[in-house]
């Protein structure tokens, strides 16, 4: 008899730890849908204002096309069908063509005086500082589940209710080197 009340006592912890565990990931998987949902809104707005942007240097920009082709490509396929990580791998590309856009603007003091280039640059600034701070909540969220799901014993909960890690928004090879100043 205290044998089956030992085993019934047993089995009620487990089951009781695999709840506990299974609404901790709940929760850590809906703030990594939060988190990923806030940034989205700026990687949307930074979708939206690219073809402007691209309009915006076309004229002046003549000898630079292979630029502004690659990230009219980019652009043109269809943001709101792709997954988080399509979305996550094609804000990385568009990000360091608009950083290859900036740096050739140099180049051209017209476009720079130009009163819309002017425009679109700053709310490209604004978009961009929000896309930080977003990313590094996103990543925080991440860090967590991921953390979570990679450890022992929650890794078994995590492989046998289904939640798997999450990718981070990494910065790419560009932004990751050294910038080059020259006077």
């Not at 690219?50 to 490509?73: A, F, Q, R, T």
């Not at 603007?105 to 720079?112: F, I």
């Not at 009163?115 to 896309?131: C, G, K, P, W």
Request: glycine residues 2%; contains cysteine.
């Amino acid at each position: 008899m205290t044998i089956i009340i030992c085993v019934v006592a047993i089995v009620v912890l487990i089951a009781i730890y695999l709840m506990i565990q299974y609404n901790s990931y709940v929760k850590l998987n809906n703030m990594v849908k939060e988190a990923f949902s806030t940034m989205d809104v700026y990687l949307k707005k930074r979708w939206d204002l690219v073809p402007n942007l691209v309009e915006s240097v076309k004229g002046y920009m003549k000898h630079e096309n292979d630029v502004l082709e690659e990230i009219v490509k980019l652009r043109n396929s269809s943001y709101d069908n792709m997954s988080v990580s399509d979305k996550i791998d094609s804000n990385e590309k568009i990000a360091s063509g608009i950083s290859k856009i900036m740096a050739i603007s140099e180049n051209y003091p017209d476009l720079k005086a130009s009163q819309n280039f002017t425009d679109l640059t700053n709310q490209l600034a604004s978009i961009e500082s929000d896309i930080a701070n977003s990313r590094k909540y996103y990543n925080g969220t991440v860090r967590k589940f991921n953390t979570k799901a990679e450890m022992f014993p929650s890794n078994i909960v995590a492989k046998i209710f289904g939640f798997n890690a999450y990718k981070m928004f990494e910065a790419n090879a560009e932004e990751k080197e050294n910038v080059k100043v020259e006077f």
